[in-house]
């Protein structure tokens, strides 16, 4: 039987701090996290480390069944992810990685094939679901569906910011163009495109700290009665 726990999705495009603001719900409502977004660039690794065609769907959507993953929680570091063994916590959030994980999010069979291991993630005392069809595909009856927006621009100055705390050395207009580049393809895409389901609460977070965004999403959650279920 499917978990009826509840979910509050955030949807949104790249670099828009759904992550952060994720990560800090889930912590304050003690729920559980999923960061579908990494289950995407972990098939995009799996294909680029097996040699798959980026354009081959049969041959991506097996490698997307068979993923051999594990989320591992740290006591100091957080939550370790392992990709058939490895850890590929930081190899994952890299551009390349990230970029390879739209083109494999275009396709059908490869979307089908984590569909199940999303809802998976669906347990007591309830899920904060992150990504691009959270709310309009995966999780249709969330009691609360959030989308955040922000420009192209502003976004690429978080992801710059980012990556940089990571430790990576970037490059600002190619970080820009990557991120208009996959706004493009996961808007435009056939299937499950990036945008707000019909009855998601759109913030334009342009010129907003990740306090008052979190503060925002927290009000609804209290007024829809998620708060201390
Ligand atoms: O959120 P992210 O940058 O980690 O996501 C990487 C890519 O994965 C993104 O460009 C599109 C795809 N994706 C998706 O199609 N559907 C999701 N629910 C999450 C991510």
């Known amino acids: 039987m499917l978990s009826k726990a509840p979910v509050i999705t955030l949807d949104g495009p ?4 759904k992550g952060t603001v994720s ?22 690794l799996a294909a680029m480390n097996h040699g798959v ?3 081959n769907e049969s041959a991506l959507a097996v490698i997307a069944e068979h993923l051999d993953i594990r989320f591992r929680q740290e006591a100091d570091v957080g939550v370790i992810i392992l990709l058939e063994g490895d850890d590929v916590t930081r190899q994952i959030r890299t551009e390349e990685v990230g970029s390879n994980a739209s083109r494999v999010a275009a396709f059908s069979r490869v979307r089908d094939a984590l569909l199940r291991r999303q809802r998976a993630f669906r347990t007591e005392p309830g899920l904060i679901a992150d990504g691009r069809d959270m709310g309009t595909v995966v999780f249709t009856d ?4 959030v989308f955040l927006t922000a420009t192209s621009d502003e976004r690429a100055r ?15 207009d ?34 907003l700290s990740i306090e008052s965004v979190l503060e925002r999403v ?5 007024d829809r009665g998620l708060m201390n279920l």
Do not use: C
């Not at 969330?142 to 569906?145: D, E, I, T």
């Open 14 to 17: 790249g670099g828009v701090g």
């Open 23 to 44: 990560g800090l719900l889930a912590k304050q409502m003690g729920w559980h996290y999923l960061d579908s977004g990494a289950l995407y660039r972990l098939a995009a």
């Open 142 to 145: 969330a009691p609360l569906k």
């Open 174 to 207: 190619r970080v820009l163009r990557d991120i208009n580049e996959r706004d493009e393809r996961d808007r435009n895409r056939a299937i499950a495109p990036l945008k707000p389901a019909d009855d998601a609460l759109v913030i334009d977070t342009t010129e």
């Open 218 to 222: 927290l009000q609804q959650a209290s």
């Open 53 to 55: 065609d980026f354009d």
């Open 158 to 172: 978080r992801r710059v910011l980012q990556l940089e705390q990571s430790g990576s050395v970037v490059d600002y």
